[in-house]
């Protein structure tokens, strides 16, 4: 009797609605490029930062051979290492969910109150409560309804992208 009743909770499992998964989409894929353009601005403010205080450092004391190409190694890793973790951050997967919450976080002024994760948590099944079926068809034709009026692309935080590409025009200009 139960496994014939979780086997039609199942079969009646809502599908993501396809304005909602063209959005999660979409705004995954746009934040993930900011923050892959951040990691390559920090990665490159940190090489040429580093590299003008070895000029710096060698103008007013000579420094040997040995120290130069130490500092230069040294300066290569700290860039790579940046870049490695920065990289490795924005590049990581994150589940329906996380993306749906951190939609909902940048459209404050939609009025989305967790249309979006709920719907993608009752597509992916991973609530325990039983809703009617009414109940979940109605809140995600709300959610569509409500990512269909969203400009996506515009929602991701570009803030941090500009800062790091300020800082990086700045040392380029030192």
């Excluded at 079926?133 to 269909?148: G, N, Y």
Aim: hydrophobic share 50%; charged share 25%.
């Amino acid at each position: 009797m139960e496994q014939t009743e979780q086997s039609s909770q199942n079969a009646e499992r809502l599908h993501l609605p396809a304005p909602v998964a063209r959005a999660l989409t979409e705004f995954a894929e746009v934040s993930r490029r900011l923050q892959v353009w951040e990691a390559v601005a920090w990665a490159l403010l940190i090489i040429v930062s580093l590299f003008t205080l070895i000029g710096l450092a060698d103008r007013w004391e000579l420094i040997g051979d040995f120290w130069r190409k130490f500092l230069a190694l040294i300066a290569y890793a700290a860039s790579v290492g940046t870049l490695g973790l920065l990289l490795a951050s924005a590049l990581r997967r994150r589940s329906a969910c996380e993306t749906a919450l951190a939609l909902e976080q940048r459209a404050p002024g939609f009025n989305l109150q967790e249309r979006v994760s709920t719907t993608v948590e009752l597509a992916e099944g991973t609530m325990e409560e039983r809703f009617s079926a009414a109940m979940v068809e109605r809140v995600a034709d709300e959610a569509a309804q409500l990512v269909e009026t969203l400009d996506v692309s515009a929602l991701p935080d570009r803030r941090r992208v500009r800062r790091a590409a300020l800082f990086c025009g700045g040392a380029f200009c030192i």
